[in-house]
């Protein structure tokens, strides 16, 4: 239950605070140490100082919260946090499935990156350069559908440096992620033409890094002390789940899979375990209009069922257990909670987005973010360049005629007047034409 409870009072804080610049009081190296939730290290707290005199002008000593941006990172922490949870069915409260990690190194992480999830990265306001690399499990929609939103408007969002990205390889040449980006790039012609041709073009490049799916532990990254391990998941052929290793910490993502042997035996004993798992098939008839053979099929042949993730984890004993890739909501959460706790008794959260992990060796602390909904773009990490002068933003004879004299006469005056302003000289592409002689 404490899990359950947590998440209801993290809800409360953000409900209460809403977007607040704070500061993280609370060092996993004081008083959270070892940890099994925020809960206990409060009554921890409680226990060891007694009740605390607080300032009524200062900020508060304590809160159970993340703000992004806020907290520096040790240089031996670990930091995850759920950018996706959900479901391939869209839902403002949860996307679909992406992790983000951040290690005191410096570098960072995206596992996976499903529909929805890009705008739970934007709202942490990390510049997109330190974003380069991502990593897909599988090529499911709720694990990669916000991939090329993410890769074609990064140029717009001050992306300088080109994407890298990691994925498994095809049962067919066709279906391996090498050709899901080339089709990719292909499909979004027009698109990477025209903005290329608007804002500095260096942040579409990709670089695309196709591993062998069926490789058992098998290193596919290995740079800056940082290690990526995969091993075949259970899910259709060519998925995959991760291990990354650094400094000590483990942390272990499973994408979309039936518990495998492969996951008893290299996340065993990790720090971070995150798992998928289901609501019960009974649930799923309810809530999706699925037939009895559906719920079963999805619920526990394709996916995780909430006993069977227990029983994983209680095998592999990491130090905290995460479950995701359900509908969590009050009622959904003690139907999970309540199956995996049939074959799993260890520490456990039940992830929604923005649940936030800060892993240390002396534990696992866990905490809401409180996300910035009024987001921009984090600021411009390099010199930018003008456009691709060489890439096409076509502008033909039809728009000629299009265009609205009176209101183009009017943004030229705007344009006159930022030249005026800012002692610029910038021609009006295409409202400037209205008075060049007809062709
Ligand atoms: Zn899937
Ligand atoms: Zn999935």
New binding site residues.
């Given amino acids: 239950m404490r899990s359950y409870i947590l998440m209801i009072s993290a809800a409360l804080v953000i409900a209460v605070t809403g977007f607040v610049v704070g500061k993280g009081y609370l060092n996993v190296g004081d008083t959270a140490k070892n940890t099994i939730s925020a809960l206990e290290s409060q009554e921890a707290m409680a226990e060891q100082k007694g009740p605390q005199k607080w300032s009524s002008t200062k900020p508060y000593p304590s809160h159970e919260a993340y703000y992004p941006g806020t907290e520096e990172l040790g240089p031996d922490e670990m930091r995850v946090i759920a950018c996706g949870t959900g479901m391939?069915q869209p839902r403002l409260k949860q996307a679909?499935?992406c992790y983000l990690v951040e290690l005191g190194n410096g570098d960072k992480f995206i596992f996976d990156m499903g529909e929805g999830s890009y705008e739970r990265l934007m709202a942490l306001g990390i510049p997109l350069d330190q974003l380069n690399k991502v990593f897909l499990g599988h090529l499911?929609l709720?694990?990669a559908g916000d991939f090329p939103a993410f890769y074609f408007t990064g140029p717009v969002n001050n992306r300088l440096t080109p994407v890298r990205l990691w994925g498994p390889s095809g049962v067919k040449p066709e279906w391996g992620t090498k050709a899901w980006a080339d089709y990719m790039v292909k499909m979004w012609a027009w698109e990477a033409a025209t903005r290329g041709a608007a804002v500095d073009p260096r942040g579409l490049k990709l670089e695309v890094n196709e591993f062998d799916w069926t490789a058992v532990n098998n290193v596919i990254y290995d740079e800056n002390g940082v290690q990526v391990r995969t091993m075949p998941a259970i899910h259709g052929e060519q998925s995959v789940s991760f291990v990354l290793e650094w400094n000590g910490l483990k942390f272990a993502f499973s994408s979309?899979t039936l518990p495998t042997k492969w996951w008893a035996e290299h996340a065993k004993g990790v720090d971070l375990s995150i798992h998928?798992c289901f609501i019960p098939p009974e649930m799923m008839m309810a809530r999706y209009g699925f037939t009895p053979q559906e719920a079963i099929f999805v619920g526990t042949q394709g996916h995780t069922a909430a006993q069977a993730f227990g029983k994983i984890m209680e095998q592999t004993k990491p130090v905290r257990a995460v479950c995701y890739?359900f509908q969590n909501d009050f009622d959904t959460s003690l139907a999970v909670y309540s199956a995996i706790r049939e074959t799993y008794s260890g520490p456990l959260d039940l992830a929604t987005d923005f649940m936030t992990w800060n892993v240390t060796k002396d534990g696992v602390r866990t905490r809401m973010a409180v996300p910035n909904h009024d987001s921009f773009p984090a600021p411009v990490q390099m010199v930018k360049q003008p456009p691709d002068s060489a890439a096409e933003f076509p502008f033909g004879e039809l728009d000629r005629e299009s265009i609205d004299v009176p209101a183009a006469e009017v943004t030229n005056e705007v344009i006159k007047k930022f030249n005026k302003d800012h002692g610029t000289d910038i021609v009006p592409a295409y409202t400037g034409t209205i008075n060049e002689p007809k062709k």
Wanted: glycine share 0%; no cysteine; proline share 11%.
């Fill in positions: 391939p679909a499935a499911h709720d694990h979309d998928e890739h």
